[in-house]
């Protein structure tokens, strides 16, 4: 069984072209069926997997109170999974066939306000960090980059003459993102002043680095935005993703067209964009409610 799963994870990684987060994330969701299988119901070979096996592994993850989206994203690893060992194992039935998958229920993201985004873009310092950190942000909320994304740029990525940044985001797709003024002025000054002292003599493909002069990670750059944060008294919960919800939402409040929307954030299904939609009418009425005399 872990062979076949080997060869799952090669697909995955060579011939569809996942990030390395997205792969570990099958990778534990795979395990995690395969253990049950084996462990549970005396499963030793994928070909006797059937649709009720399955089913009892949902209903096993259920009784343990994972929420409707965990188990949408479950079943999607394991429809693709079945799928793949049909077709290259010659598997004859496909045990993740005709079941429904779970309704999620639909959060809307949560977002900074304009003020709050000026407040956390406000910050200021001669410190090398300090520049770099102003720059990381002015880019996220310019461009509205996935924080994988933003860790991920090169040098070669960045053209900041003609206004723009290339980015390289999930499935290996390949998007062109214009860069406002002010965040190309956050990014030039960090390269003028701060990103060779980080580096010093090392050879760094990167644009960001930490105080290493190493590639900054996720949960670096997660831990700085949360005391940045808290520095300029932000009290929402915040996250990477939370600047770009509000890169999406107050673009769309401005008048900016969804179509374009999705193309900056790298969007392969407009229904996905959509969501900001409907934050920025949940943000009209909470306006309304707030400031008209006869609300």
């Known amino acids: 069984m872990q062979d076949a799963l080997k060869d799952f994870f090669h697909y995955l990684q060579i011939e569809r072209g996942l990030s390395v987060n997205t792969l570990q994330s099958y990778q534990r969701d795979m395990n995690q069926y395969m253990n049950f299988l ?46 793949f060992m049909v077709r290259e194992y010659h598997l004859p039935h496909d045990a993740s066939l005709h079941i429904e998958t779970p309704k999620k229920a639909r959060t809307l993201p949560k977002v900074l306000s304009k003020r709050e985004v000026e407040n956390l873009l406000s910050i200021s310092g001669n410190s090398h960090l300090m520049i770099r950190n102003k720059a990381m942000l002015e880019m996220l909320y310019a461009t509205g980059l996935r924080v994988s994304e933003l860790i991920q740029l090169k040098m070669e990525d960045l053209h900041l003459t003609m206004g723009f940044v290339r980015c390289v985001g999930k499935g290996n797709k390949e998007r062109i993102v214009p860069l406002g003024h002010l965040a190309k002025e956050a990014v030039d000054n960090y390269l003028n002043i701060a990103r060779g002292a980080l580096v010093k003599q090392k050879k760094v493909d990167q644009l960001f680095v930490n105080h290493h002069g190493n590639p900054l990670t996720r949960q670096g750059f997660w831990k700085i935005l949360k005391g940045l944060a808290q520095q300029v008294g932000i009290k929402k919960e915040i996250t990477p993703h939370t600047l ?12 900016a067209d969804l179509r374009s929307v999705q193309e900056m954030l790298g969007h392969a299904d407009i229904s996905t964009t959509q969501i900001y939609t409907h934050v920025t009418k949940a943000r009209l009425k909470d306006i309304y409610t707030n400031f008209h005399p006869r609300a």
Not at 61 to 80: F, V
Not at 244 to 255: D, P, Q
């Open 38 to 83: 084996q462990k549970e119901l005396h499963i030793q070979t994928w070909e006797h997997v059937e649709r009720n096996h399955t089913l009892k592994f949902l209903y096993f993850l259920n009784d343990q109170g994972r929420s409707q989206a965990t188990m949408a994203r479950m079943l999607s690893t394991l429809r693709l999974f079945h799928q």
């Open 244 to 255: 770009r919800h509000s890169f999406a939402t107050h673009l769309l409040e401005n008048g």
